[in-house]
């Protein structure tokens, strides 16, 4: 039993192996980026409009109006980003449904990529907003002393949204794993609905994580109170 997929090689020269994570993610990004492409291909503004298009706009309303909830302003500004993350992580969740696929998001190494996206974000966003010089300040906030506090609670949100997206995958994987070898089939297929419902779940709390992190550092006024409810959750 294979506890991630970076322990399926499919190819190793050396230094060098091909794993199961990097193939199945490269053939997520494909999949997305096609099939982005063929949604968006005939976008029409009138009223009737293909299926597609009609998922498409239910899918990024959804996503901008809580991105619009969290309290960032112009959330249009920050779909691309985060929007991304949750299609790709709840991407991920929904093939497991395909025989022989592992999600590459129960593997350490990707989710550490993630948070690590998250991290070079956030900054990026705050200096936006803020400015350069604002941005640095906000670090010394309320007192000069809360600057190394600041900067371990930067290090420290970043690995627990690793360790917290990669710990959800895994178990579910790895449940399904041993009731299959030990269960009728019956019980398999219902953890994997469930491990369906929470991959979503878990795609849904990492993209709203970082908008709050994105919202708390470019000085929106909600993100105050926000993190401990989706902490909590």
């Known amino acids: 039993m294979r506890l991630t997929p970076d322990a399926w090689i499919f190819w190793e020269h050396g230094f060098f192996k091909l794993n199961a994570t990097i193939v199945f993610t490269w053939a997520l990004m494909v999949v997305l980026v096609l099939g982005a492409g063929f949604i968006t291909r005939r976008l029409v503004t ?8 009609n998922l498409l706009e239910i899918v990024v309303t959804a996503i901008v ?5 969290v309290g960032l302003k112009a959330p ?3 779909l691309g980003f985060l929007g991304t993350l949750f299609l790709f992580i ?3 969740t929904l093939a497991t449904v395909i025989p022989g696929y ?3 998001t129960a593997s350490l190494s990707t989710t550490v990529a993630l948070a690590l996206c998250v991290l070079v974000a956030v900054p990026l966003f705050g200096i936006s907003g803020q400015g350069l010089a604002g941005y640095l300040a ?3 906030r309320p007192t000069p002393i809360m600057l190394p506090f600041n900067l371990i609670s930067e290090m420290s949100r970043t690995l627990a949204l690793a360790v917290r997206l ?7 994987a790895m449940i399904i794993a041993i009731l299959l070898s030990i269960t009728p089939l019956v019980f398999p297929i219902v953890m994997t609905v469930l491990g369906l419902l929470t991959g979503m779940v878990q795609a849904y709390i990492f ?7 994105i919202a708390a550092t470019t000085g929106s006024g909600k993100a105050a109170t926000t993190p401990a409810k989706v902490s909590a959750t």
Not at 46 to 53: A, N, T, V
Not at 166 to 172: E, I, K, L, P
Request: hydrophobic share 35%; charged share 15%; aromatic share 12%.
């Open 138 to 140: 906000s670090y010394m």
């Open 76 to 78: 249009r500004r920050y």
């Open 90 to 92: 709840a991407a991920a």
């Open 65 to 69: 109006g809580q991105i619009k909830d």
């Open 46 to 53: 009138g009223h009737q409009r293909s299926g597609w298009q």
């Open 102 to 104: 592992e999600p590459p």
């Open 207 to 213: 993209t709203i994580l970082a908008a709050v992190y």
């Open 166 to 172: 990669f710990g959800n995958m895994m178990s579910g």
